[in-house]
């Protein structure tokens, strides 16, 4: 792929910069750069707020934070009897009773309800981290879309232009026939093009909708924070034993760990003491009583058996999170440091001006020094070469976000440098 930077004719600028299409809700055009910052940390924000998955998995914590005060309070409630009995004489009783948590069962669930809201807490973490480097993606996605479409209209100009003069310079008989239509049928690909990339640009904001909830409808640029650089690689250890994904893993696992010892609980029979008084005809009575159930027909050791498998499963999944994540620390790196390379190349040797260039291939061609061919493919290999600057500068953007993303610093990066500007 040619390497090349975005310009504009006229207006555009040599740098590109993302465009971000969104909710006037969110956007005003005139913004400084550091309140566009701010305001592209606001969209993600207010759309990670609004995601259902995310309400899901903060309804799971709700969820786990209720079971663990219910597993605070005591296990079992005490059950109140009474009796009456009429034959040749009478009797009547009353009696109380109370299970007792003789292996401190309730200890055992409470400890697996904290351990299970830690880990529903992690997951919450993990997927607004998930869903942020999809929202972003989406954002960059978007203003690649525009700014190649912004590009194909314009391209669309220069050849409607362009036609325009060749039918004055063939009317005046300076080309043939074959060349204007030639002039004609590259206008004519070149509106086919324009339709596609619009048709794309409508499916990148489709893509944006449903990850924020709000069609894009407003347009707003921000300062470029890509670094050409990444951290020292060392620190990537850390990152990945702290990435959300593999602490959400990881206390998953801790919850199974648990579930093993509250298993074994579980499964110990408990003794029920009672209490009862009552009179039988004219005498007084008082009996006190102790139940056990005995596990003879089924311990329960199956349970535990369940428990163990389980764990182990969480334990390993774990490993195999942290195993991926850093792969795919490893990876973001490389595409980075290649795509950055680059990039930074491109900037120091390749850029161009578009409206330079075209002009001067137009006052060649109508001196003569140059054939319709020769023109139409300079123009049109001109242009390609201004699209793949901006695929390059958007594979940037979504190389920058994996990276912030398999760190696990991205939610980090985007909040500190909007209030950083």
Not at 242 to 265: C, F, G, M, W, Y
Not at 358 to 370: H, K, M, N, V, Y
Request: charged share 20%; hydrophobic share 40%.
């Amino acid at each position: 792929m040619p390497f090349v930077i975005c310009t504009r004719a006229g207006l555009f600028a040599c740098l590109f910069i993302f465009v971000v299409w969104t909710s006037t809700t969110y956007a005003k055009a005139n913004s400084s750069n550091g309140d566009e910052m701010q305001q592209l940390a606001t969209i993600v924000n207010l759309s990670l707020e609004s995601n259902p998955e995310i309400q899901a998995a903060q309804a799971a914590v709700d969820a786990a934070q209720a079971r663990l005060t219910g597993a605070g309070l005591p296990l079992n409630n005490p059950e109140l009897e009474f009796g009456a009995e009429r034959t040749d004489i009478s009797i009547y009783t009353i009696g109380i009773s109370q299970t007792i948590d003789w292996h401190d069962k309730q200890g055992g669930f409470e400890q697996v309800a904290r351990a299970e809201l830690a880990a529903a807490k992690a997951r919450v973490e993990a997927i607004r981290l998930t869903k942020t480097n999809e929202l972003l993606d989406a954002i960059g996605s978007v203003a690649v879309r525009h700014e190649i479409t912004s590009l194909a209209k314009r391209q669309t100009e220069i050849l409607d232009r362009f036609v325009r003069l060749a039918e004055r310079r063939h009317s005046a008989g300076d080309i043939s026939q074959a060349e204007l239509e030639l002039a004609r049928l590259s206008l004519t690909e070149a509106v086919m093009q324009h339709a596609g990339n619009g048709a794309d640009l409508v499916g990148a904001k489709s893509e944006y909708f449903s990850l924020s909830g709000q069609m894009p409808n407003s347009l707003v640029t921000f300062r470029d924070l890509i670094p050409l650089t990444l951290p020292e690689k060392q620190e990537e250890e850390t990152l990945a034993q702290n990435h959300p994904q593999v602490q959400a893993a990881l206390k998953k696992a801790q919850s199974a760990r648990q579930q093993i010892e509250t298993a074994d609980r579980e499964r110990r029979a408990d003794p029920t003491f009672g209490l009862t008084t009552g009179r039988e005809d004219t005498e007084s009575l008082v009996a006190l009583s102790i139940s056990i159930p005995l596990q003879v027909r089924n311990d329960f050791r199956s349970n535990v058996d369940a428990a163990q498998a389980e764990a182990l499963e969480a334990e390993q999944e774990a490993h195999q999170v942290y195993r991926n994540l850093q792969a795919r620390l490893n990876s973001a790196r490389s595409r980075f440091k290649l795509v950055a390379d680059a990039w930074g190349l491109w900037v120091t040797q390749g850029r161009i001006s578009l409206q330079q260039h075209i002009e001067l291939l137009e006052t060649l061609w109508q001196a003569g020094e140059i054939s319709t061919a020769d023109y139409l493919l300079q123009v049109k290999q001109t242009l390609g070469t201004q699209i793949a600057s901006i695929e390059l500068h958007g594979n940037l953007w979504n190389a920058w976000i994996e990276w912030l993303s398999a760190s696990g610093t991205l939610n980090s990066w985007l909040n500190r440098s909007s209030m950083e500007q």
